[in-house]
T-cell receptor, first 116, second 117 residues
């Protein structure tokens, strides 16, 4: 079974600075997807970024980028120019390719606070 | 496109009762997955429905059941409620197809907050 580990329960960043959230996972599969989701205090889970394991290029979405290290099974999220609206809980998630085992497996999450 | 909608947003029930939660996926999506979120256990997968068939199931007791209709809307039912069932129940929709352009990404609804007294 796949597992996802987010070892830092909380992090804090100064507004306009850069922060990196860590995530590691364990799997025996070679093809899979990795995600970062954001859950603000309003509770709506929002997709931040997606990475396909077969792509070597790291995904980027505006101020959000990932450092995907397949051999190390590491998938960190970098937030540049942090904004107050980035304050939320962030979940790293793993998913097998679509089919009988295509559920999302989540880490425990990390609470990010942004200091003005 | 409208997002995933869930009704009701809040529910208060007592032990022993049953409850039905509803989820309407994004238009065109054929897969609906359900997750339970609690402070202690985090996010746990309940089940996934694709084209009216349960395609995947998590490790929850048989009191938790679901179904999907021909329009892809899904319902989740919990019978004989227990205090430990108090949680945020999240529904997520996706195309259900690996060939979809977004890698079959799951998009979440706002959730239903269930409180069992």
């Amino acid at each position: 079974a796949q597992t996802v580990t987010q070892s830092q329960p909380e992090m804090s960043v100064q507004e306009a600075e850069t922060v990196t959230l860590s995530c590691t996972y364990d799997t025996s599969e070679s093809d899979y997807y990795l995600f970062w989701y954001k859950q603000p205090p309003s509770r709506q889970m929002i997709l931040v970024i997606r990475q396909e394991a077969y792509k070597q290029q790291n995904a980027t979405e505006n101020r959000f980028s990932v450092n995907f290290q397949k051999a190390a099974k590491s998938f960190s999220l970098k937030i540049s120019d942090s904004q107050l609206g980035d304050a939320a809980m962030y979940f790293c998630a793993y998913r097998s390719p679509t089919g009988a085992n295509s559920k999302l497996t989540f880490g425990k999450g990390i609470t990010l606070s942004v200091r003005p | 496109k409208a997002g995933v909608t869930q009704t009701p947003r809040y529910l208060i029930k007592t032990r022993g009762q049953q409850v039905t939660l509803s989820c309407s996926p994004i238009s065109g999506h054929r897969s609906v997955s359900w997750y339970q979120q609690t402070p202690g256990q985090g996010l746990q997968f309940l089940f996934e429905y694709f084209s009216e068939t349960q395609r995947n199931k998590g490790n929850f007791p048989g009191r938790f059941s679901g179904r999907q209709f021909s329009n892809s809307r899904s319902e989740m039912n919990v019978s004989t409620l227990e205090l430990g069932d108090s949680a945020l129940y999240l529904c997520a929709s996706s195309s259900g197809l690996r060939t979809s352009g977004d890698g079959d990404t799951q998009y979440f609804g706002p959730g239903t907050r269930l409180t069992v007294l």
